[in-house]
């Protein structure tokens, strides 16, 4: 677009709807409402439970059933919608016709990358603290000597933890640009070579 300044020249000024577009979509609070939500609720609606257990029953196997049902819920409302909505990354295990397991971690490169700034700090706490608050939960069960619950509070850890794991490579993988040939000798030094991990044993 061209206008003509104060001292009579034209100038060419170009405007750039895109980064405005970009710009505004990514100042937007919320844009995901109902992930957002659910990415809290599974995971919070868990922790709440866990607590208040022997409040609303007294049957340890309702009290199991519940809480892991809330977090598998959460392990696939996580793994599967509010990882590729609010941050645009994603992870999955595929067997090829060998049979061998492959890990695969995404993440979405470029403009259109979904979700906000503030959907994806709220991701990121979630998948912080959560795992964090399990914990706690181990601790506080291992040494209060309540060994039934104890297998409760390591599936919730563990559930917690892989969606980290996974989406913690995801962002990684999309920082890193190490090749795959170098991770893999890597990988082959240290199990060769377990000194190098545990120190000379």
């Given at each position: 677009m061209a206008e003509q300044s104060l001292s009579g020249e034209i100038v060419?000024?170009?405007?750039?709807?895109?980064?405005?577009e970009d710009r505004a979509r990514r100042t937007r609070i919320i844009r995901h409402p109902l992930a957002t939500f659910f990415h809290l609720f599974?995971?919070?609606?868990?922790?709440?439970?866990?607590?208040?257990?022997?409040?609303?029953?007294?049957?340890?196997?309702?009290?199991?059933?519940?809480?892991?049902?809330?977090?598998?819920?959460?392990?696939?409302?996580?793994?599967?919608?509010?990882?590729?909505?609010?941050?645009?990354?994603?992870?999955?295990?595929?067997?090829?016709?060998?049979?061998?397991?492959h890990w695969m971690f995404e993440a979405k490169k470029g403009r259109n990358?979904?979700?906000?700034?503030?959907?994806?700090?709220?991701?990121?706490?979630?998948?912080?603290?959560?795992?964090?608050?399990?914990?706690?939960?181990f601790f506080t069960t291992l040494f209060s000597f309540k060994m039934k619950w104890?297998?409760?509070?390591?599936?919730?850890?563990?559930?917690?933890?892989?969606?980290?794991?996974g989406y913690l490579r995801c962002k990684a993988g999309e920082q890193e640009t190490l090749p795959k040939s170098a991770s893999q000798y890597l990988g082959q030094q240290f199990i060769q070579k377990p000194d190098i991990i545990f120190g000379i044993l």
């Open positions: 060419d000024v170009s405007l750039d709807f895109v980064a405005e599974f995971r919070v609606s868990a922790i709440i439970a866990y607590l208040c257990c022997d409040w609303f029953s007294r049957s340890f196997v309702m009290c199991f059933l519940m809480v892991i049902t809330l977090l598998s819920c959460d392990f696939w409302s996580v793994k599967n919608v509010t990882g590729r909505l609010l941050v645009g990354l994603r992870w999955w295990n595929q067997i090829d016709e060998d049979g061998r397991s990358r979904s979700g906000t700034e503030a959907e994806a700090q709220i991701f990121w706490l979630g998948l912080i603290v959560c795992p964090l608050v399990w914990t706690t939960f104890l297998a409760l509070v390591v599936a919730g850890f563990s559930l917690q933890a892989a969606n980290l794991y």
